[in-house]
């Protein structure tokens, strides 16, 4: 049989439809786990398999969706048995029609990983691997990990995959209609980050209909540079006679996908609400479209959890002062693990305008193996701007290139052939963008060819390990005039000579100057000099109020600033002051998610102020500032459980003074919260929970998988006034409508949000909740509103 990504090469794959959907067509029962009919009714699934393959389906996805350790954690049968089971099945259809593919299908876990959760990435690793490894034992023709929302889950899966099995790997993600992930990635970040890793393919899958779908598809298929996915639902649910329906039926489904084709997507494919039906009109009504070679072009960039900064599109600031070299209070810090330190740097850095941080922490006698990593995850906790991971250490820098959320920058490889072999694995693994010294065995060259040879040498060896020109910054390595009289002159030459041949660069501006009076007027004068001559990324200080001079007024000069915005915002103003420190109260700490601060400034506030003032006069106001950033889509759902967390830390402080004092802790009102009978997934729940806490409700939280008669009974005996449902899948939906019909009989004065993927406006009108929340602080402004009524 033709291999699977030469078939993609040469010509459209199509993927099946719903399962769930098929299933409970089938009869399964609302809340029923549908993995454990692989083994209890097998039949049923190959019957399935073999619907959606007579429909002209090409790749069937196992029946293993929510097959992960926590889904079956307490029950009687192992991940390891259900996969197995499941890639039979799939394999028994395959045989019975003689053609088609067997996708172990991979879904989320159903937990948000730390930080902002309490799954470490190491576990959510180890959780991917054991399905990994059981399908490809099974004998899986691919993966597709699916309906994913959160880029370190991706990356946490995508290296599963590639680790521990030499299948193809799909990805598909379930963006919101703005465009972005659950955890605020935008779609550059996405491309970015599933394209370095390795992914054989790429799209979208569930969230909504072909509709909404088409305008997120076109920027992604400007974007990418590997085979496009597309997999939308039926359109959007709604309840008839009890079941859940859709409103796009399968010839205007199949319209759509017309569209979607004509775009170049590779693999279409239908979600939740697409039967047999729907995949057979698609396949008729677009298999003779020829299929595209991707748009995109590989990009010279770097991303964090929610964003790309671009070397390719004007020259980057990067942010040159977490690196501890001859600064003693930041080595100082880094050895007493005094992270806020480090943080608070950071957080200046990206204030003053860094693109994207340099992280050091060579420390004579410091562990950078352990400590390097632990900084990352610090940094990207409070931090969204990309990083650079700068050590001479290969160990140290693939412990952080590995949990490191986005695609990092390598700090960095040479000309010496031992460091070449010890970071082009790592660069090629991790996808990172590598910072390349023009030096070699023999040293620093003092000539502009010889580092230009040197280049050459890099770009050869790089492309061994399949690292194209793309992949490198190059640094002409900046040596101080001080002692080199021409050290300037050759720098600026090759930097020349490297944009002239299309090559990126960057540098450490400040090495110019040492040894000299007035660095940072130098500093300043070479970094527009540098720039002119086609410096891609500077390495220097964003706190100098000189090189964010060099820098605006270049951009301005040098075209990079059109309608000169960015220079009129720094400079019509009066000049801002370096020093940030007296602007950093307990909001800013809260604001910025900063919760050993937040829980020390309380501390200093309560010797002379209230517990009531200082939750009046910071906690509340801080936390609605950024609870309007993310209505307002200029904060993401990092910040706002990151601000969260932070006030919770000051309210345990202010909690306890309370107690001491012999007062009572506000309470806004009691709020009962539980994910549905069925559904495992608390992500949303928990989010939700987390932000009424913080906004002063006491919250009842049931867990997940809870049944209607147990909520029921949880609202009579506490008289709990609010219930807030929770639902990702659509199998699972109809116990929600079950609990709020029994809420409706028993306690009929209760009132009921509910939110999740699976739900609109519409559908949760439909299933008789009195309010819909799209997202968690929507259910925070109902719930002020609600007691604020009673």
């Given at each position: 049989?033709?291999?699977?990504?030469?078939?993609?090469?040469?010509?459209?794959?199509?993927?099946?439809?719903?399962?769930?959907?098929?299933?409970?067509?089938?009869?399964?029962e609302a809340g029923a786990l549908p993995e454990l009919l692989n083994i209890d009714a097998p039949e049923v699934i190959?019957?399935?398999?073999?619907?959606?393959?007579?429909?002209?389906?090409?790749?069937?996805?196992?029946?293993?969706?929510?097959?992960?350790?926590?889904?079956?954690?307490?029950?009687?049968?192992?991940?390891?048995?259900?996969?197995?089971?499941?890639?039979?099945?799939?394999?028994?259809?395959?045989?019975?029609?003689?053609?088609?593919?067997?996708?172990?299908?991979?879904?989320?876990?159903?937990?948000?990983?730390?930080?902002?959760?309490?799954?470490?990435?190491?576990?959510?690793?180890?959780?991917?691997?054991?399905?990994?490894?059981?399908?490809?034992?099974?004998?899986?023709?691919?993966?597709?990990?699916?309906?994913?929302?959160?880029?370190?889950?991706?990356?946490?899966?995508?290296?599963?995959?590639?680790?521990?099995?030499?299948?193809?790997?799909?990805?598909?993600?379930?963006?919101?209609?703005?465009?972005?992930?659950?955890?605020?990635?935008?779609?550059?970040?996405?491309?970015?980050?599933?394209?370095?890793?390795?992914?054989?393919?790429?799209?979208?899958?569930?969230?909504?209909?072909?509709?909404?779908?088409?305008?997120?598809?076109?920027?992604?298929?400007?974007?990418?540079?590997?085979?496009?996915?597309?997999?939308?639902?039926?359109?959007?649910?709604?309840?008839?006679?009890?079941?859940?329906?859709?409103?796009?039926?399968?010839?205007?489904?199949?319209?759509?996908?017309?569209?979607?084709?004509?775009?170049?997507?590779?693999?279409?494919?239908?979600?939740?609400?697409?039967?047999?039906?729907?995949?057979?009109?698609?396949?008729?009504?677009?298999?003779?479209?020829?299929?595209?070679?991707?748009?995109?072009?590989?990009?010279?960039?770097?991303?964090?959890?929610?964003?790309?900064?671009?070397?390719?599109?004007?020259?980057?600031?990067?942010?040159?002062?977490?690196?501890?070299?001859?600064?003693?209070?930041?080595?100082?810090?880094?050895?007493?693990?005094?992270?806020?330190?480090?943080?608070?740097?950071?957080?200046?850095?990206?204030?003053?305008?860094?693109?994207?941080?340099?992280?050091?922490?060579?420390?004579?006698?410091?562990?950078?193996?352990?400590?390097?990593?632990?900084?990352?995850?610090?940094?990207?906790?409070?931090?969204?701007?990309?990083?650079?991971?700068?050590?001479?250490?290969?160990?140290?820098?693939?412990?952080?290139?590995?949990?490191?959320?986005?695609?990092?920058?390598?700090?960095?490889?040479?000309?010496?052939?031992?460091?070449?072999?010890?970071?082009?694995?790592?660069?090629?693994?991790?996808?990172?963008?590598?910072?390349?010294?023009?030096?070699?065995?023999?040293?620093?060259?003092?000539?502009?060819?010889?580092?230009?040879?040197?280049?050459?040498?890099?770009?050869?060896?790089?492309?061994?390990y399949g690292l194209g020109h793309e992949a490198f910054l190059f640094d002409?390595?900046?040596?101080?005039?001080?002692?080199?009289?021409?050290?300037?002159?050759?720098?600026?030459?090759?930097?020349?000579?490297?944009?002239?041949?299309?090559?990126?660069?960057?540098?450490?501006?400040?090495?110019?100057?040492?040894?000299?009076?007035?660095?940072?007027?130098?500093?300043?004068?070479?970094?527009?000099?540098?720039?002119?001559?086609?410096?891609?990324?500077?390495?220097?200080?964003?706190?100098?109020?000189?090189?964010?001079?060099?820098?605006?007024?270049?951009?301005?000069?040098?075209?990079?600033?059109?309608?000169?915005?960015?220079?009129?915002?720094?400079?019509?103003?009066?000049?801002?002051?370096?020093?940030?420190?007296?602007?950093?109260?307990?909001?800013?700490?809260?604001?910025?998610?900063?919760?050993?601060?937040?829980?020390?400034?309380?501390?200093?506030?309560?010797?002379?102020?209230?517990?009531?003032?200082?939750?009046?006069?910071?906690?509340?106001?801080?936390?609605?500032?950024?609870?309007?950033?993310?209505?307002?889509?200029?904060?993401?759902?990092?910040?706002?459980?990151?601000?969260?967390?932070?006030?919770?830390?000051?309210?345990?402080?202010?909690?306890?003074?309370?107690?001491?004092?012999?007062?009572?802790?506000?309470?806004?009102?009691?709020?009962?919260?539980?994910?549905?009978?069925?559904?495992?997934?608390?992500?949303?729940?928990?989010?939700?929970?987390?932000?009424?806490?913080?906004?002063?409700?006491?919250?009842?939280?049931?867990?997940?998988?809870?049944?209607?008669?147990?909520?029921?009974?949880?609202?009579?005996?506490?008289?709990?006034?609010?219930?807030?449902?929770?639902?990702?899948?659509?199998?699972?939906?109809?116990?929600?409508?079950?609990?709020?019909?029994?809420?409706?009989?028993?306690?009929?004065?209760?009132?009921?949000?509910?939110?999740?993927?699976?739900?609109?406006?519409?559908?949760?009108?439909?299933?008789?909740?009195?309010?819909?929340?799209?997202?968690?602080?929507?259910?925070?402004?109902?719930?002020?509103?609600?007691?604020?009524?009673?």
């Open positions: 049989m033709t291999s699977l990504l030469d078939s993609l090469k040469n010509g459209r794959l199509y993927y099946d439809g719903a399962c769930g959907t098929y299933l409970q067509a089938q009869g399964l190959v019957d399935m398999h073999r619907a959606y393959l007579k429909s002209g389906a090409d790749i069937i996805l196992t029946n293993t969706f929510g097959a992960n350790r926590f889904k079956f954690a307490d029950d009687h049968v192992s991940v390891e048995t259900v996969v197995a089971a499941a890639v039979a099945n799939g394999k028994a259809a395959v045989e019975a029609e003689a053609h088609g593919y067997v996708s172990l299908d991979i879904g989320p876990l159903g937990k948000i990983l730390a930080p902002l959760g309490d799954v470490a990435f190491e576990d959510a690793y180890d959780c991917f691997k054991e399905i990994v490894l059981a399908g490809a034992e099974a004998g899986a023709d691919l993966i597709t990990i699916e309906t994913m929302s959160d880029t370190y889950e991706i990356k946490a899966a995508l290296l599963a995959a590639k680790e521990n099995s030499d299948l193809p790997v799909f990805v598909t993600a379930a963006f919101q209609e703005d465009g972005r992930l659950l955890t605020g990635c935008d779609m550059d970040a996405y491309v970015e980050m599933v394209t370095a890793l390795g992914a054989d393919a790429m799209g979208m899958n569930c969230s909504f209909g072909p509709v909404q779908t088409l305008p997120l598809m076109e920027k992604m298929a400007s974007l990418s540079t590997i085979p496009l996915i597309v997999s939308p639902n039926a359109g959007l649910p709604s309840i008839k006679d009890g079941k859940t329906t859709y409103d796009i039926d399968a010839e205007a489904f199949s319209d759509y996908m017309i569209q979607f084709a004509e775009m170049g997507v590779g693999v279409l494919g239908g979600c939740c609400g697409t039967l047999p039906a729907y995949i057979e009109k698609t396949v008729e009504k677009t298999r003779a479209i020829p299929v595209s070679s991707p748009k995109g072009r590989p990009r010279s960039a770097v991303s964090s959890y929610t964003h790309v900064v671009d070397f390719d599109e004007k020259p980057v600031m990067i942010g040159e002062r977490l690196n501890p070299t001859g600064k003693k209070y930041l080595g100082q810090a880094l050895k007493d693990r005094h992270t806020s330190a480090v943080l608070a740097i950071a957080l200046e850095e990206e204030e003053d305008g860094a693109h994207v941080l340099d992280v050091n922490v060579g420390v004579p006698g410091l562990n950078e193996v352990a400590v390097l990593p632990e900084m990352i995850r610090a940094l990207q906790g409070v931090c969204d701007l990309p990083l650079a991971i700068d050590t001479s250490n290969p160990v140290a820098m693939e412990a952080a290139a590995r949990i490191y959320n986005g695609r990092p920058l390598l700090n960095s490889v040479s000309g010496k052939k031992s460091t070449m072999d010890a970071v082009f694995p790592i660069a090629k693994k991790y996808g990172g963008l590598c910072v390349a010294l023009l030096l070699d065995d023999e040293g620093i060259p003092k000539t502009v060819e010889k580092r230009m040879a040197i280049a050459d040498a890099i770009l050869e060896e790089g492309a061994r002409p390595l900046a040596m101080t005039i001080s002692s080199q009289k021409d050290g300037a002159v050759v720098v600026l030459e090759t930097l020349r000579r490297l944009k002239a041949r299309g090559l990126h660069s960057t540098l450490g501006v400040s090495n110019i100057s040492f040894g000299l009076p007035n660095r940072e007027l130098i500093n300043s004068n070479f970094y527009a000099m540098c720039l002119a001559a086609g410096l891609s990324g500077g390495i220097v200080n964003p706190s100098s109020a000189l090189m964010q001079k060099a820098y605006k007024s270049s951009m301005a000069l040098l075209g990079c600033d059109p309608d000169f915005s960015d220079f009129i915002a720094a400079f019509t103003e009066e000049e801002k002051t370096a020093a940030h420190a007296g602007d950093r109260d307990l909001s800013y700490a809260i604001e910025k998610g900063l919760s050993k601060d937040a829980k020390d400034m309380t501390v200093a506030l309560l010797s002379d102020h209230s517990p009531i003032d200082i939750i009046n006069g910071y906690l509340v106001p801080s936390l609605d500032k950024v609870g309007r950033g993310f209505e307002e889509k200029t904060l993401f759902l990092p910040q706002l459980l990151r601000a969260a967390d932070a006030a919770a830390s000051a309210f345990t402080v202010i909690r306890a003074k309370m107690d001491e004092e012999g007062n009572v802790a506000e309470n806004k009102g009691r709020i009962l919260v539980a994910t549905v009978k069925g559904d495992i997934h608390d992500i949303g729940k928990n989010i939700v929970k987390a932000l009424l806490e913080n906004y002063g409700f006491d919250i009842l939280d049931l867990g997940k998988d809870v049944s209607p008669e147990k909520i029921v009974a949880a609202v009579k005996e506490e008289h709990i006034p609010l219930v807030g449902l929770s639902a990702l899948m659509t199998t699972t939906v109809p116990f929600m409508e079950e609990t709020i019909d029994l809420l409706k009989k028993q306690a009929p004065d209760t009132k009921v949000m509910v939110g999740g993927a699976v739900l609109t406006k519409d559908y949760a009108e439909e299933i008789g909740a009195h309010v819909y929340c799209k997202d968690a602080m929507a259910s925070v402004r109902f719930s002020e509103s609600f007691f604020e009524d009673k």
